[in-house]
């Protein structure tokens, strides 16, 4: 139960909700312990009639003195009038406490099950405002399926606590409380013989909800693998069909589906066959009351009469659901701590990419150095970056060049600050890396990831996302800067063109160009362009390079890519090999000196001439 000790916060800023709810839970079941009451003295009182023939008996309050005030009260005025209206009245104020007994109860969801969609509400956005301060090695170790799992299986499971379980068990200690109050009062044998099957339903509680607590908890973690196992799918739809494994793929899922449907309804039959149990045992209590009650009238034994076992029918038909209840809302609790471990493990989380204090903000030149730079990926093992060593000046354009795996993009990485290297150092204008605000870093910086994202939104708000406050003149810029307005233009929404989901509607090199316009937008004094022309031709990539040249006076552009760009003047082209430093000069330089650069450029070119 430690785990929703976390939801006490949310229990702190709800109170008056909550106390209101507690309040009327209380008030709804006082009402409703007046109705025995009333019914023992009716019954009494027709038995008594019937037995003396008489259609006008009275009785004294002292019969009824265990009863409630307000019983007693009524019973006191009903002495006065026939016995016809007393039965009349007996059920209009039955009626009437009903009535009020109803709204209040109302009153009790309204407060109770409204706080819990509250909660929920603020659950959800803690969670995932948690999921955005995580650094990238985080993603790289869960899937996107488990985070979503905890997000919306995880998080109802815990409002079901928070509401319905809460209020049940609030409802629960509220009867129980005044029914033993009212039937120990009255006969305390009726009562210990009425109550004799509890501890066979405590004992029965604790040992099922321990069970129920460990299926509930595999339930939730075969529950991520499911929904991990269906978004990879999706996503992958087009790999999945040009293999034609969709069989496999059906074969896969139903695997894990049969998983988790057999775990799924061994929780059901533990949960069918302990909520009959908890009906049977409440269904002895009435018989063995009704029979013990019985056998003391008969006996004639002092204070037993016909009205006190309707009275008890009652009291014990009151406690019947709130005691079958019991394994509900343990059932819903134990779930919810089975819920709340897994949303606590993320919430625990701290992200390892952290601001140091103080915290230097200022706004970014454009000068950049690394020195003896070292980073190894954590989740791998794999150094991509060794004693890596270079400097960028403000304004500078340069090209980096190398092979697939190289550790050309895990440079901008390092630049975003997306991870943090191990040894060595990277500066901005002289200043640490891990000194300056890692927001204003990224806010000073534009970035064209090489795997482009796009969100299922209009390719204005895709441009726009770069800029919040964008003008519909600068989007349109942005896009002729990255030769995607003419194309954008020939669509029948134009800019309002609803682009699918990663942008599948759109082909590889009018996402790419998309983002760039999103990167361009931001006019960052650092620009960093991750093989973000791969999918793009020759013609059209000379023609962004010229778009941009203006574009980049004044601003520092790192242009990483597997190509020898000769449409655009670099000031420095570096080649990396296995994450050092192979060499590093102009165009000229470089083939001069007949190193990698030499080869990767008289490679391209007799492809080139082929083409």
Not at 127 to 142: I, S
Not at 168 to 180: D, K, P, Q, R, T
Not at 241 to 266: D, P
Not at 397 to 420: C, E, N, W, Y
Request: positive net charge; proline residues 2%; contains cysteine.
């Amino acid at each position: 139960m430690k785990e929703l000790s976390a939801l006490n916060k949310y229990f702190w800023k709800y109170r008056w909700r909550f106390i209101l709810g507690i309040f009327f839970v209380i008030l709804t079941n006082y009402l409703r312990i007046l109705s025995p009451q009333l019914t023992g003295y009716v019954v009494n009182t027709v038995v008594s009639s019937i037995d003396a023939k008489n259609l006008h008996p009275t009785f004294s309050t002292s019969h009824y003195q265990d009863y409630d005030t307000i019983v007693q009260l009524i019973i006191q005025k009903f002495n006065q009038i026939p016995f016809n209206s007393k039965i009349f009245y007996t059920g209009l104020i039955l009626f009437t406490i009903a009535i009020i007994s109803g709204f209040f109860m109302f009153l009790m969801r309204q407060t109770i099950i409204v706080m819990s969609r509250h909660i929920e509400y603020d659950q959800k956005n803690e969670v995932y405002a948690h999921y955005q301060q995580l650094d990238m090695a985080f993603y790289k170790t869960h899937s996107t399926g488990d985070l979503m799992n905890r997000i919306s299986e995880d998080v109802s499971r815990v409002r079901m606590y928070t509401g319905p379980a809460i209020m049940y068990f609030a409802n629960l200690a509220a009867v129980i409380g005044f029914s033993l109050y009212f039937m120990l009062q009255s006969d305390v044998k009726l009562t210990l013989v009425a109550l004799c099957p509890l501890p066979i339903l405590a004992i029965t509680i604790f040992f099922v909800n321990n069970i129920i607590n460990k299926k509930s908890e595999r339930i939730q973690s075969q529950l991520s693998d499911l929904t991990t196992n269906a978004q990879e799918s999706y996503a992958g739809i087009r790999v999945i069909k040009s293999f034609v494994q969709e069989k496999a793929m059906i074969g896969f899922f139903k695997i894990n589906s049969e998983k988790y449907r057999s775990n799924a309804l061994s929780l059901a039959k533990t949960e069918a066959i302990y909520f009959p149990s908890m009906a049977l045992l409440i269904g002895f209590s009435t018989l063995i009351t009704i029979m013990v009650g019985s056998l003391d009238v008969v006996h004639k034994v002092p204070g037993a009469n016909i009205g006190k076992i309707a009275e008890f029918v009652m009291y014990i038909q009151m406690l019947t659901f709130p005691v079958s209840a019991i394994g509900w809302t343990a059932s819903i609790t134990q779930r919810a701590v089975a819920s709340q471990k897994r949303i606590n493990e993320f919430l625990l989380t701290e992200p390892s990419i952290k601001n140091a204090s103080p915290k230097i903000k200022k706004l970014l030149e454009g000068n950049i150095q690394f020195n003896q730079t070292n980073f190894t990926y954590s989740h791998t093992g794999i150094q991509a970056i060794k004693d890596l060593s270079f400097t960028i000046s403000a304004g500078e354009k340069v090209a980096i060049l190398g092979k697939i795996g190289s550790g050309k993009s895990t440079i901008a990485q390092l630049l975003l600050r997306m991870h943090d290297i191990q040894n060595g150092s990277i500066t901005f204008d002289n200043t640490p890396i891990n000194k300056i605000d890692k927001e204003l870093i990224r806010k000073e910086i534009s970035y064209v990831p090489q795997d482009v994202f796009l969100f299922s939104d209009t390719i204005e708000n895709n441009i726009r996302f770069g800029k919040d406050n964008a003008t519909a003149d600068e989007i349109i810029i942005a896009a002729k800067n990255a030769c995607i307005y003419e194309e954008i233009m020939n669509f029948p929404e134009g800019f309002n063109t609803m682009i699918g989901e990663r942008g599948v509607t759109l082909s590889g090199g009018q996402k790419q160009r998309i983002s760039i316009a999103r990167a361009i937008i931001k006019d960052a004094k650092i620009l960093i362009f991750d093989d973000c022309l791969s999918a793009i031709d020759s013609k059209t990539e000379q023609q962004i390079l010229e778009n941009l040249t203006q574009y980049l006076v004044n601003k520092t552009a790192i242009v990483i890519t597997h190509r020898i760009s000769t449409h655009f003047k670099f000031d420095k082209i570096m080649v990396l090999d296995e994450g050092k430093l192979a060499e590093i000069g102009t165009h000229e330089v470089l083939l001069k000196q007949k190193g990698p650069y030499f080869d990767m450029y008289e490679r391209q070119s007799k492809e080139d001439k082929n083409t």
